[in-house]
């Protein structure tokens, strides 16, 4: 609305609405951008599984026929996690992050975390390790499922990324106000360079042996972004390796 010929006496009005309206604006182009880029990613996979399908059904030999439906397999497993993790950033709900009263135990998610992810572990022979401080339950200003979600997208791209035998540590140290997680990896880590693109929508490393959707560092940005909480990616132990630093609020 001009506001350029709008009496003085209704201009807070006019200002309250314009305000909203941008916030609508925002919302919509956001949305639509998503969309788009849902729809673009999903593309590929269920390409994937048609084409592996369509081989199937042509096979007579039951070797070529069984590994065109592993294909097919592999395909839809990609398919159900880019969905899940689509899913997970529609849900991340600003709204939900302005509430005064938000709180979770930062130890507890990591604990909980370690624990699901054991078995993606002993199937790559990873070790996992935590560093905990003993008697602190470091409470840090974020909803319960928010955390959940950040602690464990972390851990399971450090595991992901690390080869068979090696090592993942997860570390929770308080900074004042402030409360620091780690995750630390033994992979082959992320060129100074390509750092701040691994954080957006979709992007994927050239030449990544690992499948994925180009979505779990995105959401953890989101999230820290909602939360007023920081990510930084710097080397591992020594040189080697990532390590992935979120430093948030604590809740005191």
């Not at 709180?103 to 572990?121: P, Y």
């Not at 953890?220 to 390796?241: F, K, N, P, W």
Request: aromatic share 2%.
């Amino acid at each position: 609305i001009d506001e350029s010929s709008v009496p003085a006496e209704i201009r807070p009005l006019t200002n309250a609405l314009n305000r909203l309206l941008g916030q609508l604006d925002r919302a919509l182009s956001a949305e639509r951008r998503f969309a788009s880029d849902a729809s673009h990613e999903l593309r590929n996979p269920l390409a994937v599984i048609r084409t592996h399908a369509q081989i199937a059904k042509r096979c007579r030999d039951p070797a070529e026929r069984a590994d065109a439906l592993e294909g097919v397999l592999s395909g839809v497993d990609r398919a159900a996690h880019l969905c899940s993790q689509l899913l997970v950033l529609a849900r991340l709900d600003p709204e939900a992050a302005e509430s005064v009263n938000r709180s979770a135990s930062l130890a507890d998610a990591v604990t909980q975390a370690v624990e699901d992810k054991q078995d993606a572990a002993r199937v790559r022979s990873v070790t996992v390790t935590e560093a905990l401080p003993e008697g602190d339950r470091c409470e840090v200003a974020i909803d319960p499922p928010a955390l959940g979600v950040l602690v464990s997208n972390l851990l399971d791209n450090a595991i992901k990324y690390t080869p068979e035998g090696g090592r993942v540590r997860v570390g929770v140290a308080s900074r004042g106000d402030r409360i620091a997680l780690q995750v630390v990896d033994s992979g082959p880590g992320i060129p100074a360079t390509d750092r701040e693109r691994v954080m957006q929508r979709f992007y994927r490393r050239d030449g990544a042996s690992v499948p994925g959707a180009g979505l779990g560092l995105s959401i953890v940005q989101r999230i820290c972004e909602l939360y007023g909480a920081e990510v930084s990616l710097t080397d591992g132990d020594d040189g080697q390796g990532l390590c992935v630093e979120v430093v948030l609020p604590s809740a005191a």
